[in-house]
């Protein structure tokens, strides 16, 4: 994408004031998106992103640049101009930067490389999510279908010598059906996808997809109004990991911990959860939605044990977390494009199978909230506060599975959550979504089996 000697005399030349670690980072991106709604196709869009970014730290500072101008006068421009905010203190003069290129090895086939060629087909697949959606209930009043896929190239070069590139290619197909009663909306979603080529799509069971938002949203039309109070929750395997996600995950990032704004800062070793918690970051599963082969950094993307029978084992930690926190890096450096500096992220995060099945939990729980699938949140890393909707809810009575319920929101604070976790099930498994922080938008995975929080703030309706 651009000449080695074009990087190394940027190199160079960002480490002229006293800087002591430069990194170049090149990113040549294709994308395409199509959606339809109510059957009929209304977004056919495709794109490329080209560009440059430029990082230069000092210590436990760092600034960066980035521009989409490739000429060479405009490359050694940025890194000076960058440079710039790296005076004082320093040892500037010329260094001489020798780049050896490492082969990364591919864990993420893709058999078939998403192309303008395969449009016909992926509107049929369209089609056919929104039939068999719109089908489902007379109530499903309307649906909206999309599917996006990207192909990165990305190359990564450092002052130490690094120099690395890599192709990442994403596919992702989302489901939204809206259910009316005459007075009340409500709306289900599906979104599945994986680091995978259109092979993904061929090999989705797009109906089952289809109906399952489909049935969320003529579920919760037609639900009562969930009841507020401390309540026993059981949440749902897969997508449910978003809660520690959000309400966990983002505190043991070092973009948080470094700086002692997270509730888990200075904890490792200490018991942080239930001894039945396990929680784990992932970047390696084969073609999962959050895998990389090297991370935006350059370096290995690894399996990061966070959490082990409750105990706190360890941070997600980039480059400049492994500085200030004086620990290795973990492979967790991620941005969202050229544009963005790289910073401690998520990859594929779950809490790890227990023992329990799903029918125990449930027969198990004399009362309480079963959250089957949960929607947004927010959450304050400082305090590990959050707020989640339930997207579907159910109430359980007498250790069943009984009305739906809408309207539920789960209100804690993460670490009381973690400790609160009394039954662990045995039947792991991962949604997708898309995680925004301070690099950007990126795509993930939150994962769990069945869990049940012993007791939690529901927020609902007084008296329900």
């Keep these: 994408m651009i000449h080695p000697t074009q990087i190394q005399d940027m190199l160079q030349a960002a480490l002229e004031t006293g800087g002591d670690f430069a990194e170049v980072f090149v990113e040549d991106r294709t994308n395409g998106q199509l959606g339809m709604t109510g059957g009929v196709v209304d977004t056919a869009l495709s794109g490329r992103d080209f560009g440059?970014?430029?990082?230069?730290?000092?210590e436990h500072f760092s600034v960066y640049a980035y521009t989409s101008d490739m000429s060479?006068?405009?490359?050694?421009?940025?890194?000076?101009?960058?440079?710039?905010?790296i005076r004082g203190g320093g040892a500037p003069g010329t260094h001489a930067i020798t780049l050896h290129p490492h082969a990364i090895p591919n864990q993420h086939p893709i058999a078939i490389i998403p192309d303008a060629s395969q449009k016909r087909a992926k509107i049929d697949m369209m089609r056919r999510a929104h039939e068999a959606a719109s089908q489902y209930d007379p109530s499903i009043t309307q649906t909206s279908i999309g599917i996006s896929n990207s192909i990165q190239n990305v190359l990564i070069a450092n002052s130490n010598g690094l120099l690395v590139e890599d192709t990442r290619t994403y596919t992702r197909m989302r489901i939204s059906a809206i259910a009316t009663d005459g007075e009340h909306r409500q709306s289900g979603f599906r979104g599945p996808g994986a680091y995978a080529g259109t092979e993904f799509l061929e090999n989705l069971n797009i109906e089952e997809n289809a109906r399952h938002a489909a049935r969320i949203a003529t579920t919760m039309v037609k639900a009562g109004y969930a009841p507020s109070g401390r309540l026993p929750v059981v949440i749902e395997n897969g997508f449910g990991g978003v809660l520690f996600h959000e309400a966990c995950g983002h505190g043991l990032e070092s973009t948080a911990v470094a700086h002692g704004t997270s509730v888990f800062a200075n904890k490792i070793g200490q018991q942080?959860?239930?001894?039945?918690?396990?929680?784990?970051?992932?970047?390696?599963?084969?073609?999962?939605?959050?895998?990389?082969?090297?991370?935006?950094?350059?370096?290995?993307?690894?399996?990061?044990?966070?959490?082990?029978?409750?105990?706190?084992?360890?941070?997600?930690?980039?480059?400049?977390?492994?500085?200030?926190?004086?620990?290795?890096?973990?492979?967790?450096?991620?941005?969202?494009?050229?544009?963005?500096?790289?910073?401690?992220?998520?990859n594929n995060t779950f809490i790890a199978n227990g023992e329990s099945t799903r029918e125990e939990i449930i027969a198990n729980t004399e009362y309480g909230i079963y959250a089957k699938?949960?929607?947004g949140?927010?959450?304050?890393?400082?305090?590990?506060?959050?707020?989640?909707?339930?997207?579907?809810?159910?109430?359980?009575?007498?250790?069943k599975i009984a009305e739906p319920v809408k309207g539920a929101t789960l209100i804690g604070k993460g670490i009381e959550t973690l400790q609160n976790i009394d039954m662990v099930g045995?039947?792991?498994?991962?949604?997708q979504g898309m995680c925004g922080s301070v690099s950007g938008s990126l795509p993930v995975n939150c994962g769990q089996p069945t869990i049940r929080v012993s007791e939690m703030t529901v927020g609902g309706r007084k008296g329900e």
Aim: no cysteine; hydrophobic share 40%.
């Design 52 to 58: 440059i970014g430029i990082r230069i730290m000092k």
């Design 373 to 375: 699938s949960l929607g």
């Design 426 to 431: 045995n039947n792991l498994d991962h949604g």
């Design 272 to 346: 942080v959860a239930s001894p039945l918690v396990t929680a784990i970051d992932d970047g390696t599963i084969p073609n999962a939605w959050g895998s990389l082969n090297i991370d935006d950094e350059g370096a290995p993307t690894q399996r990061n044990v966070l959490i082990e029978n409750g105990i706190l084992k360890g941070y997600l930690i980039d480059r400049m977390g492994s500085r200030q926190m004086g620990v290795p890096a973990t492979g967790s450096g991620r941005r969202q494009s050229y544009k963005f500096a790289p910073a401690s992220r998520m």
């Design 377 to 399: 949140g927010s959450v304050n890393t400082s305090t590990s506060e959050f707020n989640f909707a339930v997207e579907e809810a159910y109430m359980i009575r007498n250790g």
């Design 72 to 85: 060479d006068q405009s490359l050694i421009r940025l890194a000076k101009s960058a440079a710039k905010a």
